[in-house]
């Protein structure tokens, strides 16, 4: 098992993925004022910039286009997911096996589990087989812990996400992805709750660029150690402007403030 730190999608002791598997879990409906990124090359470019250390997609998205980017950017290789098609409690079906996400060339796993849900047993038992296939290939793996489902009214409340990060932890994540718990003081306890894990916040739909970058700058002073961010970068029609804010808040401990007026 290699260290976190020594994996390619940690710089710095830092985390910056970018997320798109969007078209999946939500639908082409995210596409819509971005027709062009509908093509994953746009956001395969996107993701060459320096500030991001992986770029999260699906198997179908990574067979196809990553071969192409393999020696610029690092491959994420989501291996549930769910659409938004599904009615049903929240669950998320393993469609990638760990074997052919190290042959499509992966650096690391994502995983989602949604604690809470009814179908959690199952999920937390899948994702025992992929943590533990990712450790034989020396694979971090990085969990979308995100609690929904029918018990749970709101998922961003600050003792949901504080149990994210903790069950992430106790599972054998190396990652942990969750939602902003509405503020640099509950991130905080997040954070302290996963012990030595890293935990990174999902972006969410798109902000303007101060009030998205505020937030990061809150986030990491509440001792996170990045994002795992879609819609807030690639909706954008300039996604390197804020990319090189966001790597002056992550890396270099920026303020919002200066990351923009730069
Ligand atoms: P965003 O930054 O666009 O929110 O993307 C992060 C992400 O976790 C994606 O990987 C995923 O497609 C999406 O959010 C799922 O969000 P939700 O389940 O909340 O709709």
Redesign the pocket.
């Given at each position: 098992m290699i260290p976190i730190d020594d994996s390619p999608i940690v710089r710095d002791g830092k985390v910056l993925i970018l997320?798109m598997?969007?078209g999946l879990?939500?639908g082409p409906v995210d596409f819509e004022d971005v027709p062009e990124k509908l093509d994953p090359s746009t956001v395969f470019e996107t993701a060459t910039h320096d500030a991001v250390t992986a770029m999260?997609v699906q198997k179908g998205i990574a067979e196809g286009y990553y071969p192409s980017y393999e020696d610029d950017v690092n491959l994420l290789l989501k291996i549930n997911g769910t659409s938004n098609l599904w009615m049903g409690e929240p669950d998320s079906a393993v469609n990638c096996s760990v074997d052919y996400a190290a042959e499509l060339g992966a650096d690391a796993l994502g995983f989602t589990v949604y604690g809470g849900s009814n179908n959690e047993i199952e999920m937390v038992e899948e994702f025992r087989d992929v943590q533990e296939a990712g450790r034989e290939h020396d694979l971090p793996t990085v969990m979308?812990s995100?609690p929904r489902g029918q018990g749970l009214k709101n998922d961003t409340k600050p003792s949901t996400i504080s149990y994210a990060t903790r069950l992430a932890l106790e599972l054998g994540a190396d990652v942990a992805?969750v939602k902003y718990p509405g503020s640099k003081e509950a991130m905080a306890h997040a954070v302290d709750c996963a012990g030595d894990m890293k935990v990174v916040m999902?972006?969410?739909?798109k902000t303007s660029d101060y009030e998205f970058l505020s937030t990061v700058e809150a986030v990491m002073d509440a001792g996170a150690k990045g994002l795992?961010?879609?819609?807030?970068v690639w909706q954008r029609e300039d996604p390197t402007h804020l990319l090189d804010a966001l790597e002056k808040v992550i890396y270099e401990g920026e303020t919002a403030d200066a990351a923009l007026d730069e």
């Open positions: 997320a598997d969007h879990e939500h999260a979308w995100y992805k999902s972006g969410g739909s795992a961010v879609g819609r807030n």
